[in-house]
């Protein structure tokens, strides 16, 4: 029986975790996409202000699988939220609990941390997840549309006077 693991990501996991981002990325079809750099990474992860955290789901002591989230906050509930932004499993553990197992523990995190919801966003047409996060109790949140400013829009946005 595989053993599994979930320990916090640390400073020295940096270069894992960006593997891991472009991993997923290819997975999804976007690897085209990633251009986060080490260091970048390191910074906005363990530097002073650190704005995400991460999760390292290991399977008989390698690591194969990680999850990064960070706080939101929910109006209607007066109360923090955590949001998935990224969870992902290597091909060859998959089907061993680890996806669950880290979904588990920021579960639990969501709980200690008294917050009053955990919200995540997964691509159409991936069934496989979409299937996972259904078995898991989870629903769709299919009366919103997620928007998204980037790039020359953002800056064109960020540069208007109000």
């Known amino acids: ?23 997923l990325a290819d997975y999804e079809r976007l690897g085209d996409q990633v251009v986060a750099e080490p260091a970048q990474l390191a910074e906005h992860l363990f530097g002073p202000r ?10 008989d002591g390698q690591a194969a699988g990680f999850a990064l989230f960070f706080h939101n906050f929910s109006t209607f509930l ?20 680890l996806g669950k197992a880290l979904l588990s523990r920021l579960a639990n995190l969501t709980v200690e941390r008294d917050c009053g919801r955990l919200d995540w ?12 996060y259904r078995s898991l109790g989870a629903r ?14 953002l800056h064109a946005l960020a540069e208007k006077p109000a």
Not at 50 to 59: F, N
Not at 84 to 96: S, T
Request: net charge negative; aromatic share 8%.
């Open 140 to 153: 769709p949140q299919d009366d919103w549309t997620g928007y998204r400013l980037t790039g020359p829009a």
């Open 78 to 97: 007066g109360q923090p939220g955590i949001y998935l932004e990224d969870l992902y499993v290597r091909p060859a553990a998959r089907g061993a609990g």
């Open 1 to 23: 029986m595989s053993r599994l693991q979930i320990r916090p990501a640390q400073p020295e996991d940096t270069d894992l975790i960006l593997t891991l981002i472009r991993e």
């Open 121 to 132: 966003a997964v691509l159409n047409w991936n069934e496989p997840a979409l299937d996972f």
């Open 50 to 59: 650190p704005y995400a955290e991460v999760l390292i789901g290991e399977l």
